[in-house]
């Protein structure tokens, strides 16, 4: 609920801010992208069904150069990679945002070669873990007028996540589809809410950012302080 608030309120993020909660539950991101990936195809199309003819095209091709390859090679570090590794790269990369919202600070962006190095940097971290909006976004909202940037965004995740399960299923990697139907009308919940409250969420961007990144850090100290439980639980088991 939490991820299809976010993703529809601000247009991105939802991956970001709700997959630290999932591996609460399982600790293993390779099954939870799939599932976040599900949901991010149905609903933005959903969302984009009567606007992409407000979509920056130019931009957004010209841009997916510099992220379609990082993310592939992210995707196959996923696969690939330890569990443990995957884990402290993602909640690394949400305690950064969770600071730099709370203290009110942005990525950004004022020449073209910055705008490449983050697209690729963020495309590598959408191929890993689906948490790489904020990057990529630093360099959107540069290049693309307001009007159009959460519709050239929703198209962006629509086309990496196709690119991503595409791949997936090319390797083997359960795609867990009946859990995402399950979830969805949950995710629904969350989608509309947030869908009603984007324009207010808009003007109250800092207080807004400023709020999930205490709650972000807040949650990952959890993390840490859980550990110990989790792994005496596992034990007996």
Known sequence: MWAGFVRSGLGFGGAALGLPFMLFIYDQPIYWIPIIGTHLLFFSALTLRTRLNNVNWEYLKSSLYYIIPPALIGVLGLVNLPNLWIITFIY???????????????????????????????????????????????????????????????????????????????????????????????????????????????RNDVVFKQVIGFREIANYFTVFISLPELKISRTLK
């Open 92 to 202: 690394s990369i949400t305690l950064f945002y969770a600071l730099m919202w709370l203290l009110n600070k942005n990525i950004h962006s004022d020449s073209k070669w910055l705008d490449k190095l983050l697209l690729i940097f963020g495309g590598y971290v959408a191929g890993t873990s689906l948490t790489g909006a904020p990057i990529m976004v630093a360099v959107y909202i540069r290049n693309v007028i307001q009007s159009q940037l959460r519709n050239t965004l929703f198209v962006l995740w629509f086309i990496l996540v196709t690119i991503k399960m595409t791949t997936f299923a090319a390797l083997g990697v359960d795609l867990n589809v009946v859990t995402a139907i399950v979830l969805l009308p949950v995710a629904a919940v969350g989608h509309f809410i947030g869908l009603r409250t984007h324009e207010m969420i808009l």
